[in-house]
Nanobody, 126 residues
């Protein structure tokens, strides 16, 4: 699976952004998808994930209630709608695809994802 993330940028605190991740190369709808982020000097951390069927989503506590992950299998794209952004949301955001097709559960850890996009920078600052 090849992944291409887009939609990052500079936004003021309290603002919104929508990230997109376009997939190609394999059957997108067979894989759970996730977003991770990495701030300078920090480890890559889980943000959100969505089951291959879209029936289950997972969120980090730090973004729950503010971010929404969704997928459009017809467009081979996963989205991350980010609202009420905070300066601590500043990071490079990466989309990722599960290493296994049709996994029953949604994983929250980096090792569970084998396919990664190139990252898109999100900066929240006034």
């Amino acid at each position: 699976v090849q992944l291409q993330a887009s939609g990052g940028g500079l936004v003021q605190p309290g603002g919104s952004l929508r990230l997109s991740c376009a997939a190609s190369g394999r059957t997108f709808s067979n894989y759970a998808m996730a977003w991770f982020r990495q701030a300078p000097g920090m480890e890559r951390e889980f943000v959100a994930a969505i089951h291959w069927s879209a029936r289950n989503t997972q969120y980090a506590d730090s973004v729950k209630g503010r971010f929404t992950i969704s997928r459009d299998n017809a467009k081979n794209t996963v989205y991350l709608q980010m609202n009420k952004l905070k300066p601590e949301d500043t990071a490079v955001y990466y989309c990722a695809a599960d290493s296994r097709e049709f996994r029953a559960i949604v994983l929250r850890s980096v090792p569970g994802y084998s396919y990664w996009g190139q990252g898109t920078q999100v900066t929240v600052s006034s």
